[in-house]
């Protein structure tokens, strides 16, 4: 599926990225998203909350880092199948419970997935007790233009699609202060997409399409009409 703001993505089959379909697309945010990072060869990456493997894919072939693709819910010998990269190790792991050693990553990516656990106070210093000093965390998550707080409520599209879920889709401002207040990191960038949205509802009707049934979010998307949809970049360095 092609799109002009993301050319690496663009390369890969359309097919084979909807048959691993488990939200937005996930090779726009990423290769948005490694645009704030330094991806460099022979690097050890986390792909945290991996998926079915596409952004694993993507990791290793985009930018010869070796990957370590950790996810809860997909069985790591199917991931192992759908990735087919020597320079990808598959494992089953719990966010909050990973087996590696402290220090052992030169960056841990996660996309789509941080807004289940990252939000909790302590799970920075957690995560970035993985990482070398002056490693790197980057993260792109479903975001919203403005805080619940700040409306009042949860807006009712998304309410009947999420519910309370939708507590955990942040501002990027929201996240800077976040995670520069524990001087654990310096933030590299904090920014919402401006085609956040546009990509999101983008996909899903692809996604409609492939399946030949219409997308859950796509009621969500269509009411939105980009008010309050989007998602975060995300980038930091461990001090």
């Known amino acids: 599926m092609k799109h002009d703001d993301y050319p690496r993505a663009s390369t890969y089959d359309a097919n084979w990225l909807l048959a691993r379909d488990m939200g937005p697309n996930p090779l726009w945010m990423l290769e948005d998203l490694a645009r704030d990072l330094?991806?460099?060869?022979?690097m050890r990456v986390l792909d945290l909350g991996s998926g079915k493997g596409a952004t694993s894919v993507f990791l290793a072939k985009e930018?010869?880092?070796?990957?370590?693709?950790?996810?809860?819910?997909?069985?790591?010998?199917?991931?192992?199948?759908?990735?087919d990269n020597p320079d990808v190790v598959t494992l089953k792991a719990e966010?909050?419970?990973l087996p590696f050693a402290k220090g052992f990553f030169d960056a841990i990516v996660c996309i789509d997935a941080y807004?289940?656990?990252g939000t909790a106070d302590n799970y920075l210093p957690y995560i970035t007790s993985f990482l070398k000093p002056g490693g790197q965390l980057g993260v792109a998550t479903p975001a919203m233009t403005q805080e619940v707080r700040e409306i009042g409520h949860i807006?009712?599209?998304i309410k009947k699609m999420v519910g309370w879920e939708a507590l955990a889709w942040h501002t990027a401002d929201w996240w800077r202060f976040q995670w520069a207040i524990t001087e654990l990191v310096?933030?590299?960038?904090?920014?919402l997409q401006e085609n956040g949205w546009?990509?999101?509802?983008?996909?899903?009707?692809?996604?409609?399409e492939y399946r030949g049934e219409r997308d859950d979010a796509l009621d969500m998307l269509e009411a939105d009409n980009g008010q309050y949809l989007t998602f975060a970049i995300l980038a930091a360095r461990k001090h």
């Not at 330094?38 to 022979?42: E, F, H, M, N, V």
């Not at 310096?186 to 920014?191: G, H, Q």
């Not at 546009?198 to 009707?205: P, Y």
């Open 63 to 83: 930018y010869g880092v070796q990957v370590w693709a950790a996810d809860l819910w997909i069985d790591p010998t199917d991931a192992a199948a759908n990735i």
């Open 115 to 117: 807004e289940y656990f």
């Open 155 to 157: 807006p009712e599209h």
């Open 198 to 208: 546009a990509d999101w509802i983008r996909w899903s009707r692809a996604v409609s």
């Open 38 to 42: 330094d991806l460099r060869p022979g």
């Open 186 to 191: 310096d933030v590299t960038a904090a920014r």
């Open 95 to 97: 966010a909050h419970t």
